[in-house]
């Protein structure tokens, strides 16, 4: 098994890193953890929600979650497990809706990933108990 191998196998720290990547807004990091060809399936009813398809248009939701946060928007990890090409990653997520401090949000997600060589493939978002209508609130 080759050095470049063992540096894209699937791990929670390579997905904790390509989450940091992510954060970070570097297209080169993003692109070192996210396939070009990406689809995501985010949760919900809102403008953010829906299916996105392409690296561009995910990271074109990222941004629309970061301005309509007013950049407050935060997951925290609770824990990351892996098995074979996949990985389920369990956070808790916060955010204050920009412009209104009043509107809070505070839900538990979990994102179960699929990877192929060491990049996210495809990703889709759920949403623990009553926290689908707490995120349509906060987004709407």
């Known amino acids: 098994v080759g050095q470049e191998q063992l540096a894209k196998k699937l791990t929670p720290k390579r997905v904790g890193d390509a989450y940091a990547a992510l954060a970070s807004g570097d297209r ?6 996210w396939d070009h060809d990406i689809t995501w399936l985010v949760p919900g009813e809102t403008t953010v929600s829906g299916l996105k398809k392409g690296l561009d248009e995910f990271l074109g939701f990222m941004k629309m979650v970061g301005d309509l946060s007013g ?12 098995s ?11 955010g204050t809706r920009a412009g209104d401090p009043s509107r ?8 179960v990933l699929r990877w192929r060589d060491g990049k996210v493939i495809d990703g889709r978002g759920a949403i623990f108990g009553t926290g689908t209508t707490e995120y349509n609130e906060f987004w709407a």
Do not use: C
């Not at 080169?28 to 953890?33: F, K, S, W």
């Not at 950049?71 to 892996?82: A, L, R, Y």
């Not at 074979?84 to 916060?94: C, I, K, L």
């Open 71 to 82: 950049n407050s928007f935060n997951m925290e990890s609770q824990g990351v497990f892996v």
């Open 28 to 33: 080169a990091a993003i692109e070192e953890y």
């Open 104 to 111: 809070k949000l505070e839900i538990d997600v979990v994102h």
């Open 84 to 94: 074979g090409d996949q990985s389920v990653d369990v956070t808790h997520n916060t």
